[in-house]
């Protein structure tokens, strides 16, 4: 039977107990599990306490080891290696166990207490100390950082970072090189020079390593370096010599030098001193010449590194068995010692001497007495006396009879009709007293017979003040000529003093006083040297009585126009570009060198100042000159022919200094050399560019030839290869006039020149080069009429 629907209330009732009986069984299981969490925390609470007890210092000892090793990590970072060893001396003192699962905070894991003591002792190469700790963490567990430090201590292998990744290129292994050769590892520099000359050998000062990126590199000579430092001499002897047979450089010779100084001391060196030939002057020279050129060889089986004339060195970079030396000599009135030195590599120096007496001083002419003959002439008498040996003596021409020796009386007739003794007495050397002394009309004339004493005969006539006979000091000069093209110029004049002369200066030289004098008037003379431009020359005479008598002559001294520092290839300087590791030793090269280019007069310098205008309207830095382009635009701009590129790199220790003289015309490096600075000394920096400016002097010459012939279109000159000239070096053609010479004072006071046209060598040989010059015209006409044409390098 079927059931009906029941009714709506029971229905919801039975509902509603369903909810009710879902809800009180959550709500047990919820308070069983409260019931167990704190059954867990009472038995949790009870362990920690129990853990307190047995071990009270757990948490302190973790805190203090976490926190040191933390401390020690930071001074790494921080590269304060000896705070670091004492944070992780503190560390492994907590907990000596390294774990590379511990938490150190973030997502950092690691405890290497020492692995990271090791590698700070290390780095303040405590090698020794370092290799334990390091032992120590690769047996509690090996790391790749420990072995590594390992092995490097174990070599006392200092650690250097490149300056990107290492990819073991042969830039790479350079580069890492040279930082071992700095910490001074010289065994790892030469692993990594080995392998960088496996890979490239050729040395270049801009080598390319990728892209537009180039670098210096020498691994032959660094490697011959490297070698040296360890001892093996003869190894590096040979690395060095291949690098100074590709590119030399003055480090490279430098330390070749000390190879093989080093090899010499090893294999029993020659005991015999080098040896010096000095080929001229020769010893006991008789002279009156400002200068004279010193010529001569040194030699030694050790190998000639120095030779030093008068104290000033030659420019020696690589020493040899023969060294050829040439320079000039200044020299002084009087005795002059000219000394070379000579050094070979293991220190043994021999000095040689020549000795040269420079005489300036013409010949003393003392008056004593004009008078007429019987036939009517007139005659001079005095005497002449010289320091060193008389030469000739003429009065108006006429030859006057005088013995050999430093004095001698003369006498010598002239005509009647002369109007004055015209004195010329020459000495031995060449030096000449030139004096015109006027004869009074009534001498000449014969009106009195007693024309005897030259003070009394010339007593009443208009003339100079000492033949009037007045008592006192007197002091007439030859006005000498104002503008010369000479070294030098005479100074003549004639003096005299009643009360005896006491001293007699010319630009505070003093002068002979011949004791035949003896208050008579007598005539002097004295060659002054010239400095390019005016010159102020001070006579001064001063007798026995205190009374003194001063002249004063400016005479200018002009060059010929070919000759002048204006006419010399126009250089501009650019600011040095500085690498490595600059210090303010070398802050001041730039004015250094400059200042010794404008110095040595051999270029024409362009001025600072414009030069300074100028890249600052074009806002370029000093390492933007160092682009062959940027300094020849920049050369260009300031009216340069030429540009000076400096290139100065400081590493700790040494600084190496490289310049190339660059054309702004053609582009060509005109020139190159380099220095090489292996201390740093105080000064140092001053005396290295002016080395280098002698350099750049030495490989750009001053060469004299003359004009061959021209021949299709080009003008064969006689200057040839071993005169050091090179394509691109620019030329003056030009023809002489003659000289243009004082008639009194046989000065010679101009020489014309025309210049015919500048051109540029091309072709270099044996004894000719072939020149290109824009119109050969004027040439090709001089020639025709047979005139002597020159030629001189710019």
Not at 310 to 338: C, W
Not at 514 to 519: C, E, F, I, N
Not at 704 to 729: C, F, H, L, T, Y
Request: glycine letters at 6%; aromatic letters at 6%; proline letters at 6%.
């Amino acid at each position: 039977m079927e059931r009906g629907p029941a009714p709506a209330g029971s229905s919801r009732i039975r509902a509603g107990d369903a909810s009710w009986t879902g809800t009180a069984i959550l709500s047990a299981r919820i308070v069983a599990m409260l019931s167990r969490a704190r059954r867990t925390a009472r038995a949790l609470v009870a362990l920690a306490v129990v853990a307190q007890i047995a071990w009270p210092a757990a948490p302190v000892q973790a805190q203090a080891w976490h926190d040191a090793y933390i401390k020690g990590l930071e001074h790494m970072d921080g590269k304060r290696w000896a705070e670091a060893v004492q944070a992780f001396d503190d560390a492994l003192a907590a907990n000596p166990q390294e774990n590379k699962s511990a938490r150190l905070y973030g997502m950092r894991y690691g405890y290497f207490p020492h692995r990271d003591k090791g590698i700070a002792l290390y780095h303040l190469s405590r090698y020794d100390e370092a290799i334990p700790e390091l032992e120590e963490s690769i047996r509690q567990g090996a790391t790749a950082e420990a072995t590594k430090h390992l092995d490097l201590a174990k070599k006392h292998q200092p650690a250097v970072a490149t300056a990107g990744v290492f990819r073991g290129t042969w830039w790479d292994f350079y580069e890492r090189g040279l930082k071992y050769s700095d910490a001074g590892a010289w065994k790892a520099a030469v692993q990594d020079f080995q392998a960088a000359r496996t890979q490239r050998e050729k040395e270049d000062r801009s080598a390319r390593t990728y892209g537009v990126a180039f670098v210096e590199y020498f691994p032959v000579r660094e490697l011959g370096i490297a070698l040296y430092q360890e001892g093996q001499y003869k190894a590096a002897v040979e690395a060095l010599e291949k690098s100074l047979a590709g590119h030399p450089t003055a480090k490279a010779a430098y330390y070749y030098n000390l190879a093989r100084a080093a090899l010499l001391r090893q294999t029993a060196a020659d005991t015999r001193p080098p040896r010096i030939t000095i080929e001229a002057p020769a010893d006991g020279l008789l002279t009156n010449a400002l200068a004279l050129e010193v010529r001569g060889t040194a030699e030694s089986k050790n190998q000639v590194a120095v030779v030093e004339i008068n104290g000033e060195s030659q420019l020696i970079d690589a020493a040899t068995a023969t060294r050829p030396f040439t320079q000039v000599a200044e020299l002084s009135p009087g005795a002059n010692v000219i000394r070379v030195r000579a050094r070979d590599l293991v220190g043994q120096e021999t000095v040689a001497s020549v000795n040269v007496v420079v005489d300036r001083e013409g010949p003393v002419v003392v008056i004593e007495r004009a008078a007429r003959t019987p036939s009517g002439q007139i005659r001079l008498e005095g005497t002449v006396s010289d320091n060193v040996r008389l030469g000739p003596l003429q009065v108006n021409g006429r030859p006057a009879s005088v013995s050999a020796g430093m004095e001698s009386t003369f006498s010598v007739d002239v005509p009647a009709t002369a109007t004055a003794f015209q004195i010329e007495a020459a000495d031995a050397v060449g030096n000449v007293t030139r004096v015109r002394i006027p004869i009074p009309a009534a001498l000449r004339q014969g009106r009195r017979p007693d024309w005897e004493i030259v003070p009394v005969a010339w007593r009443r006539q208009i003339l100079p003040s000492f033949l009037q006979g007045r008592p006192g000091l007197a002091l007439e000069m030859e006005t000498p000529p104002a503008e010369v093209q000479q070294e030098s110029v005479s100074i003549a004049g004639i003096v005299s003093a009643s009360a005896g002369l006491k001293e007699l200066k010319v630009n505070g030289q003093s002068q002979q006083i011949p004791a035949s004098a003896a208050g008579k008037p007598f005539a002097f003379s004295y060659g002054v040297p010239l400095a390019e431009g005016a010159n102020t020359i001070t006579v001064i005479a001063s007798d026995q009585s205190g009374k003194t008598e001063t002249r004063t002559f400016t005479v200018v001294r002009k060059v010929d126009e070919i000759a002048r520092a204006g006419s010399r290839l126009a250089v501009a300087v650019l600011p040095f570009n500085h690498k490595g590791q600059p210090t303010t030793m070398y802050a001041a090269a730039f004015e250094a060198i400059t200042d010794a280019m404008v110095n040595q007069r051999r270029f024409k310098v362009v001025s600072r100042d414009q030069l300074e205008t100028i890249l600052r309207e074009q806002k370029l830095s000093a390492t933007q000159l160092v682009d062959p382009t940027t300094a020849i635009r920049i050369g260009k701009l300031v009216a340069a022919e030429a540009t000076l590129v400096v290139t100065v790199n400081e590493s700790p220790k040494s600084v190496e200094a490289y310049a190339q003289l660059i054309s702004t015309e053609t582009s060509t490096v005109l020139a190159s050399k380099d220095v090489f600075d292996p201390e740093k000394a105080p000064g140092s920096a001053r005396t290295k560019m002016a080395e280098l400016a002698a350099k750049m002097k030495q490989d750009y010459p001053l060469v004299e030839g003359v004009v061959m012939m021209v021949a299709n279109k080009r003008v064969v000159v006689g200057i040839g290869s071993p005169k050091n000239v090179r394509p691109d070096m620019k030329v003056i053609v030009y023809l002489e006039g003659p000289p243009l010479i004082d008639p009194t004072t046989k000065e010679v006071l101009d020489r014309p020149i025309e210049t015919l046209g500048e051109g540029t060598l091309k072709e270099i040989k044996e004894k000719i080069s072939y020149c290109d010059v824009r119109d050969p015209a004027k040439i090709e006409a001089g020639l025709a009429q047979k005139k002597l044409l020159k030629v001189i390098t710019k």
